[in-house]
């Protein structure tokens, strides 16, 4: 009996001082910063939980949580995601995931997965064992992002909460606070406050008169507005934001307002159509129509007879932001459609329409890039990667003769160097020009790229 006492006393300390441990000594770093919990991350069966405010917060997103059912909504830009404690399912848009371990409530604080939150919202994620530390880079292009999140409540008479207006502020890190990107994020400030002189001015009468009517109701609920921002690109001096605004009625209803802006990082402007494509307004509605017309032929039935007429006389009502390989022209489904809500949206890609751009989208989005480099093969020197990163394979260049447009006359050589991703990150490709019997470089050639989880390659800039 004394024997079975003590092992039983083993036991219980060895679970205690694993759960101890776990709990002391998990670290969460996003692009390389520690984040901070007012709850201990846990690790249970191989998977690590952290509070959902702060991972979804940092990452982004506008996160509301529903104590009525126990679920979680987050939104960042187009994307939405929903989970329930306890449940072993994750909405991502309408795309059902199942996830190793569900939301969990713990001393009064909720607790999400990292790894299936984080992989939504397109990071990359990994674990060092030797250190107990989750290291997630973020889905993002030549900067970082830090975001500022906040709410707003809107009170009855009687104090009753009837709207909370929620959001998060978008800044474009500046470390050498340069001028132009502290105009851009002056600006995205500014969508807060016009966000919030909207909520006022539209959705609190709307939220006066509910509760006006179900006041009575044991079971009143305030209305829920979020607006959240997402970069869609951010290379070649191009900086994409789109905002998205979501009114949740909690009566399976709700409202989703979207707006875009294109801003370039060289002048801190805001880039217009005319910005965007070559040429007159009047050539920017011709490419701009003809991407919405072979977007209707994809199924005329969806669409009004007239909806093209609609989109050219409404034409200064349609929005655009950019991709790293295409600009995406959307429009009100409504106006066109008769069974679509939402927004209706057009690609115009980069490869093929490159004579129609203002703007640089070249070498984005790429299942292979391909770098040509000029030499001169014959004469003994030849261009070679330095260090390939991790996050690429690189090709051995193909050298064949570079010829003058004219006369088709050798005139040097290219060297071809294809690189195709394999893992998501962020990293410089280097390649120098030198004499194989001399190791002094005589030029170089630096590119920074992203290679996304999909292992699609952009570059970002030519350093």
């Not at 390389?32 to 690790?43: N, R, V, W, Y």
């Not at 790894?115 to 030549?142: K, M, N, P, Q, Y």
């Not at 409202?255 to 005319?274: E, F, P």
């Not at 994809?298 to 295409?326: H, M, R």
């Amino acid at each position: 009996m004394k024997k079975l006492l003590i092992a039983i006393l083993l036991i219980v300390a060895m679970v205690f001082t694993s759960v101890v441990y776990a709990d002391a000594e998990i670290s969460v770093l996003i692009d390389g910063t520690k984040l901070s919990f007012d709850q201990a991350p846990i690790m249970e069966n191989d998977r690590v939980l952290v509070p959902l405010r702060a991972i979804f917060e940092a990452l982004g997103c506008n996160v509301h949580y529903y104590d009525s059912t126990e679920t979680i909504s987050a939104q960042k830009g187009d994307k939405k995601i929903s989970l329930q404690v306890g449940s072993n399912q994750m909405l991502v848009n309408d795309e059902v995931i199942t996830i190793d371990v569900p939301a969990k409530v713990l001393n009064d604080r909720t607790l999400v997965p990292v790894r299936a939150i984080s992989e939504a919202l397109d990071c990359w994620v990994g674990w060092t064992d030797e250190t107990s530390t989750v290291s997630i880079e973020s889905d993002h292009g030549l900067h970082t992002y830090t975001y500022q999140n906040g709410s707003q409540d809107f009170l009855a008479d009687n104090g009753t909460t009837i709207l909370i207006a929620e959001y998060t502020i978008l800044q474009i890190d500046n470390p050498n606070n340069l001028q132009e990107i502290k105009n851009i994020n002056s600006r995205l400030k500014q969508d807060i406050e016009d966000y919030l002189y909207e909520v006022r001015s539209n959705v609190l009468p709307e939220a006066i008169s509910r509760y006006n009517r179900e006041k009575s109701k044991p079971s009143f609920t305030p209305y829920v507005v979020t607006h959240s921002a997402s970069v869609t690109t951010d290379r070649k001096d191009i900086i994409s934001i789109s905002n998205v605004e979501v009114c949740d009625y909690h009566d399976g209803e709700q409202n989703l307002q979207k707006s875009s802006s294109i801003y370039s990082l060289r002048t801190g402007l805001l880039l217009g159509v005319d910005d965007i494509f070559i040429g007159t307004i009047y050539d920017a509605l011709d490419i701009v129509t003809y991407a919405f017309r072979s977007k209707i032929a994809e199924d005329e039935s969806l669409y009004y007879g007239d909806a093209i007429d609609t989109l050219e006389s409404d034409f200064d009502n349609v929005k655009y932001y950019a991709t790293d390989s295409a600009i995406v022209a959307y429009y009100d489904a409504p106006n066109i459609s008769p069974t679509l809500d939402g927004y209706v949206d057009a690609e115009i890609p980069y490869i093929g329409n490159e004579d129609i751009f203002e703007i640089d989208f070249a070498d984005g989005g790429l299942n292979t890039l391909t770098i040509k480099l000029f030499g001169n093969a014959k004469s003994g020197y030849k261009w070679a990667y330095k260090n390939i990163p991790k996050y690429v394979d690189i090709s051995n260049p193909k050298i064949y003769d570079a010829l003058d447009e004219v006369t088709s006359f050798p005139i040097g050589s290219i060297f071809e160097f294809n690189i195709t991703g394999l893992n998501q990150g962020r990293c410089t490709l280097e390649f120098n020009y030198y004499k194989s019997d001399d190791t002094k470089v005589q030029n170089s050639k630096k590119y920074e790229i992203y290679v996304t989880k999909d292992n699609l390659i952009t570059v970002l800039k030519e350093l």
